[in-house]
């Protein structure tokens, strides 16, 4: 015989829940969340959420771990949906920062999916299009490798960022065709082709791993074996991944470039983005 992980009363013969309560629990979850997405909405009184979701909680059987789940995934629900349509409103901004400054010691859970980070990354992206552009969104702590000028403002650093670099690979095929004959005691010249003709192949080559930051003038990367400056306004093309960014610059020697390992969609648009101021 066990108890019920829920209530704590006996729940039979091999039974560790009372279906009851687990349906109980469950809808109480779903409550939780639906309040708390209502009010960021509502602009409602989060005083009486925490009284509602008080109640709940004790009537559901849900934990404090679960309640965190409860904000977890709230906010989370809220930010997609405000995200779905590709426009981040003023009005979305301050409904989201009401919430997340009212829970600040849950901050950090905020940004278990990545919540936090979207809503800055689409808020700058607001900004861009609207021709300005803030500094006060990315905290930066330490010193960058990166010298900037005075007119730049940093927008935008990714770490770990691998760097890699087309490079072109020459071999040969064919050759040592013709006649063998002999000039001198082990010495012998073969007539027609020797090498053969050149084949090329390219490659993308792994040059190093390291910062990765955007200003809005300038794209900086930074490692123990490769770094670079890349002005904005000299950037050919774009090509945008899941994970990464390719780009080649407006030169005749130029190869094209591919930064790994960062947002790939936030990159392209931000970039695309300053490009027009």
Known sequence: MSNCKYCGESAGFLKSVHKECE?????????????????????GDFGFLDKEIESIQKESYISDNEKKNCFV?????????????????????????????YYNVLQELFDKNGSIQKLVKAGILREIS??????????IKGTLPFIIQKSENIIWIF??????????????????????????????????????????TTEM?????????????????????KSLKIPINKILTLEPYEDAIGFQKDSSSAKPQVFKNLDGWFTYNLISALTQI
């Open 23 to 43: 349906l109980k629990h469950n809808e109480g979850f779903g409550q939780i969340v639906n309040k708390i997405s209502k009010t960021i909405q509502n602009e």
């Open 73 to 101: 995934k709230a906010f989370d629900q809220i930010v997609d949906s405000y995200l779905e349509d590709g426009i981040f409103t003023r009005k979305e901004e301050d409904l989201t920062t009401r919430f997340t400054e």
């Open 130 to 139: 609207e021709g300005t552009i803030s500094s006060t969104r990315l905290e």
């Open 159 to 200: 770490k770990n960022v691998d760097f890699y670099e087309q490079k072109t690979r020459t071999t040969y095929e064919g050759g040592s065709a013709g006649i063998s004959f002999r000039v001198a005691k082990g010495v012998y010249l073969r007539t027609g082709s020797f090498k053969g003709h050149p084949v090329h």
């Open 205 to 225: 080559r792994l040059i190093g791993t390291g910062l990765f930051a955007i200003t809005n003038k300038n794209v900086y990367f930074s490692s123990s074996s």
